[in-house]
């Protein structure tokens, strides 16, 4: 059973940027596709991105190209999502979710992390 | 991209009651169409993959049917934990991800 716990709620200010995790347990992370799948207040889920293993590379939404950073710590089983320049609309939930694939176009969210509040505020 | 619209935005229903929300591609995504359920202050839950299989543990009420454009999510008889908002996300054309915007079931 793979588990996902979040690192805790963030107050930030314009123009900062903001670092979640997301710590793995019951699989090692290798073993998981990670992405990162936001939800600002009384709105729908918008993904950002996540690991492809298909190309072994981070894919990102257009919208947050230049903006987000992806990374994984194989040693702590960790992702990580990082967001600059911060604006009032990135107010939102941050969630990280393991991306299942199946046969062949199959990919679907199965586990979900508890969900990370970043607020932007001055 | 793709998009996706699911109809109605939100729907009142009672315990009891058979409901059925509809998702709609952009284009044709052949049945990569998944179902998720959230509830207020919770992640989303996956309920249905490749558009008519259910997930592990999820109650067999719940059904999903469709392939190409047009999509269903069935609630074959309402439970009162069964009223929060549904997700359509389709993977036939990625990047990028695609959600619907929402369906909240409400009590009627």
């Known amino acids: 059973q793979v588990q996902l716990v979040q690192s805790g709620a963030e107050v930030k200010k314009p123009g900062a940027s903001v670092k979640v995790s997301c710590k793995v347990s019951?699989?090692?992370?290798?073993?998981?596709?990670m992405h990162w799948v936001r939800q600002a207040p009384g709105k729908g889920l918008e993904w950002m991105g996540g690991?492809?293993?298909?190309?072994?590379?981070?894919i990102y939404a257009q919208k947050f190209q230049g903006r987000v950073t992806m990374t994984e710590d194989t040693s702590t089983d960790t992702a990580s999502m990082e967001l600059s320049s911060l604006r009032s609309e990135d107010t939102a939930v941050y969630y990280c979710?393991?991306?299942?694939?199946?046969?062949?176009?199959?990919?679907?969210?199965?586990?979900w992390g508890q969900g990370t509040l970043v607020t932007v505020s001055s | 991209d793709i998009q996706m619209t699911q109809s109605p935005s939100s729907l009142s229903a009672s315990v009891g009651d058979r409901v059925t929300i509809t998702c709609r591609a952009s284009?044709?995504?052949?049945?990569?169409l998944n179902w998720y359920q959230q509830k207020p202050g919770k992640a989303p839950k996956l309920l249905i993959y490749?558009?008519?299989s259910l997930q592990s543990g999820v109650p067999s009420r719940f059904s999903g049917s469709g392939s190409g454009t047009d999509f269903t999510l069935t609630i074959s008889s309402l439970q009162p934990e069964d009223f929060a908002t549904y997700y359509c996300?389709?993977?036939?054309?990625?990047?990028?991800?695609?959600f619907g915007q929402g369906t909240r079931l409400e009590i009627k």
């Open positions: 979710a393991h991306l299942r694939s199946g046969w062949y176009k199959e990919h679907y969210f199965d586990y």
């Open positions: 019951g699989y090692t992370l290798t073993e998981l596709s």
């Open positions: 690991f492809d293993p298909e190309d072994g590379e981070t």
């Open positions: 284009q044709s995504i052949s049945s990569y």
């Open positions: 490749a558009a008519s």
């Open positions: 996300q389709q993977s036939y054309s990625t990047p990028p991800v695609t």
